[in-house]
């Protein structure tokens, strides 16, 4: 089944605890970004790769780290996370770069710092 | 000035209803354009994509008027199953760039 997955579903978490959040899809997209959705605020783009060794920073990037060193996998770091963190964080992923092609959502992953 | 408005609602019809939703969006060189569906809790899924001629799909009826930058989402015969946040969705610019609506909550009653 053609899918994103991520991991964990949710977690919570204490102040200045590294953590990551992966993030892995099975169809062999090239494009990956992950989004973090708040009330009032909608879904705001945090990082994103175009492919393999190649990211670039969204809207929100500050206090978040992403790797792409294959091409499935896109995990989320948060080195030290904080209570401004605590969201609900989506991954995504498509065929071709994101503004053309059709965006395929994980499941969310519910994250909240205490 | 948001880069993509919504009218927040909740719309409230009744079953068999027709609705419309809004999104206005502030970059001019805007060239792709989404309804997103999100249920409750849920991952975000495509609905429809914005065709300058307009598209339809089933019930579901798309509109672009670039000239007032706008797209509209109109919706006939509402199920109760429609009930959802419709999400505007918009390319900001570049061709990696996507930017989201905080969405039109929908809930058809019976």
């Known amino acids: 089944e053609a899918q994103v997955t991520q991991n964990p579903r949710y977690l919570i978490t204490v102040t200045g605890k590294k953590l990551t959040v992966t993030c892995s899809q099975n169809?062999?997209?090239?494009?990956m970004s992950w989004y973090r959705q708040d009330p009032g605020l909608g879904l705001r783009q945090i990082y994103y790769s175009m492919n393999v060794e190649v990211t670039d920073k969204g809207d929100v990037p500050e206090g978040y780290k992403v790797s792409r060193k294959e091409k499935r996998n896109f995990p989320l770091i948060l080195e030290s996370p904080s209570p401004n963190q605590t969201s609900l964080y989506f991954c995504?992923?498509?065929?071709?770069?994101?503004?053309?092609?059709?965006?395929?959502f994980g499941p969310g992953t519910r994250l909240t710092v205490l | 000035r948001k880069e993509v408005e919504q009218d927040p609602g909740p719309f409230n019809v009744p079953e068999g209803a027709t609705v419309a939703f809004n999104c206005t969006y502030s970059?001019?060189?805007?060239?792709?354009f989404f309804w997103y569906r999100q249920d409750c809790r849920k991952e975000p899924k495509l609905l429809m994509s914005?065709?300058?001629s307009g598209n339809e799909d089933g019930r579901f009826t798309a509109q672009l008027n670039r000239a007032s930058q706008y797209i509209s989402l109109l919706i006939r015969d509402s199920k109760l199953s429609d009930s959802a946040t419709y999400l505007c969705v918009v390319n900001t610019g570049t061709a990696s760039k996507l930017t989201f609506g905080t969405g039109t909550r929908l809930q058809v009653t019976l």
């Open positions: 914005v065709y300058s």
């Open positions: 970059n001019s060189a805007s060239q792709s």
């Open positions: 169809m062999n997209h090239e494009y």
């Open positions: 995504a992923s498509s065929f071709l770069a994101g503004a053309t092609d059709t965006q395929y």
